[in-house]
């Protein structure tokens, strides 16, 4: 059974950080390119950051550039390590396998004060 979960999302203050994690299963994920994306409400889903699958190359989307860390260790799981939060980055978290098509089921980061 194919499996992407997400997990260390919450509520925060401005300014404050969390660590995302996306732990996969049932298909080749340690192989695999992850991206991550996120949807705030009434908001389409926009990427946030990727990841190639042996972690030598990392994309960010500009606003989130130099805050945000995505990495990878050598088991099943990526990161995203959230750093200097804002409001805007309110939303719900996904992980993607984009050669796959599969999406995890998300968590929420709220920043508030």
């Known amino acids: 059974q194919v499996q992407l979960v997400e997990s260390g999302g919450g509520s925060v203050q401005p300014g404050g950080s969390l660590r995302l994690s996306c732990a996969g299963s049932?298909?080749?994920?340690?192989?695999?390119?992850i991206s991550w994306f996120r949807q705030a409400p009434g908001m389409e889903r926009e990427f946030v950051a990727r990841i190639s699958s042996t972690g030598g190359r990392t994309n960010y989307a500009d606003s989130v550039k130099g805050r945000f860390t995505v990495s990878r260790d050598n088991a099943d799981t990526v990161y995203l390590q959230m750093n200097r939060l804002k409001f805007e980055d309110t939303a719900v978290y996904y992980c993607?396998?984009?050669?796959?098509?599969?999406w995890g089921q998300g968590t929420q980061v709220t920043v508030s004060s």
């Open positions: 049932g298909f080749s994920f340690r192989y695999s390119a």
């Open positions: 993607y396998a984009p050669e796959w098509g599969y």
